[in-house]
């Protein structure tokens, strides 16, 4: 457990290391426990103490079983579920793209790459969000946009994973990425809702 969290804080500091830390290792279950771990934070951290808190999105829910005034408290058991879709799903695209430019390919080494990644960039995002909440942050739109800019460190953390374990040029490696990212769009605008 202590190296998977040296692992984990390795990737706020060197995605290679992250990267060479995480060879060898389980796959996909590091990828899944540190998918796991980042749904839990979303859920726990800031889903269920926005609930508690008695706030609204900003944005009404797509889906009428569930009020706007109860949306963030469906958001605690949720947004795992929706995480996990996405992970799953990004991952998957991403091994296509690989198999499908004639490259080899290891869903599971994906998966874990990918699971380190998004909990890297997810637990910052929990702090993130709380200091724009508690700062009376601009708007979701605005949040939605510095989130892009701090999904550029997962990018750069899959990329070189990619590269790394599975010898996947950069440019390829980002492509893929992107077309990863594209797939998990429609899921959250779907599900998701903003904490501002």
């Known amino acids: 457990m202590r190296e998977f969290f040296r692992i984990w804080l390795t990737g706020y500091v060197n995605p290679a290391k992250l990267i060479d830390g995480l060879a060898g290792k389980p796959a996909p279950h590091w ?19 926005l609930f508690l808190m008695g706030r609204t999105p900003p944005t009404p829910p797509y889906l009428s079983s ?23 799903l990004g991952g998957s695209v991403i091994h296509t793209a690989l198999r499908l430019s004639g490259r080899p390919s290891n869903i599971d080494q994906i998966l ?8 890297v960039v997810g637990a910052f995002l929990v702090i993130w969000d709380w200091v724009w909440v508690l700062a009376g942050g601009m708007d979701q739109y605005w949040l939605g946009y510095s989130h892009l800019l701090i999904d550029i460190w997962g990018a750069i953390i899959v990329v070189v994973g990619l590269k790394k374990l599975l010898k996947v040029p950069a440019w390829l490696g ?9 797939s998990a769009m429609p899921l959250a605008i779907m599900f998701m809702r903003s904490p501002l």
């Open 31 to 49: 990828g899944f426990y540190a998918q796991t771990l980042r749904a839990l934070m979303d859920s726990l951290l800031l889903y269920l103490p």
């Open 66 to 88: 569930i009020t706007t005034e109860n949306y963030y408290g469906a958001l605690v058991w949720l947004a795992p579920i929706v995480l996990t879709v996405q992970w799953l």
């Open 112 to 119: 874990n790459i990918t699971g380190m990644g998004t909990l």
């Open 174 to 182: 980002a492509i893929a990425y992107m077309l990863a990212i594209a």
